[in-house]
């Protein structure tokens, strides 16, 4: 968000971080729903298949903006099927980031409407995050992360005992 206040420069380096970013949050907190031991680094390992990610962060940015373009609830279905991409490529490094969104959207089969719903939850949560000036989000952001990485091992099958490897 910082980036973007930048004039002209801004929003474009924005655009080509934001997906390596989101693939790092995404080992970071898988890490941590897993019960393995996270490290700061790990925010930054989306970087090392930074093509991957960044085409990932693309390629729904697109799907999803041609999806809102015929309504607002079709682009809001469009990001509910892709979200678990980045999550799916932190699992699998080698897979491809088409292959990834292609997944997520079979994943995303039957379990819209539940990850729709763990999100609402957080709605009013959000409100008073913000109404403590933004101070609550330090606790509400990651907790966020985590229970959507939970969903993610849920809806994947995985053994949700705790491992006792990291992600890297």
């Known amino acids: 968000m910082a980036l973007q206040g930048i004039e002209n420069i801004g929003s474009m380096a ?11 949050f995404a080992i970071f907190f898988l890490t941590i729903s897993r019960g393995g031991e996270a490290k700061f680094e ?11 990610y960044l085409v990932a962060y693309l390629l729904m ?3 999803v903006l041609l999806w809102a373009l015929l309504l ?7 990001a509910l099927s892709y979200s678990m991409t980045y999550f799916i490529l932190a699992d699998n490094p080698t897979i491809s980031a088409s292959a990834a969104l292609k997944r997520s959207k079979e994943l995303m089969i039957g379990n819209k409407g539940k990850y729709f719903f763990l999100m ?3 709605f009013g949560w959000m409100i008073l995050a913000v109404l403590s000036c933004g101070i609550g989000l330090l606790w509400l952001l990651p907790y966020i992360h985590v229970s959507t990485a939970k969903f993610y ?12 490897d990291t992600i890297s």
């Open 14 to 24: 924005s655009l080509l971080i934001s997906g390596p970013l989101m693939g790092g």
């Open 42 to 52: 790990q925010l930054f390992d989306g970087f090392k298949a930074y093509s991957t």
């Open 61 to 63: 940015a697109v799907f």
């Open 72 to 78: 607002i609830v079709p682009g809001i279905v469009a």
């Open 120 to 122: 609402l939850r957080f």
């Open 153 to 164: 091992d849920d809806i994947k099958g995985v053994d949700l005992e705790p491992a006792t």
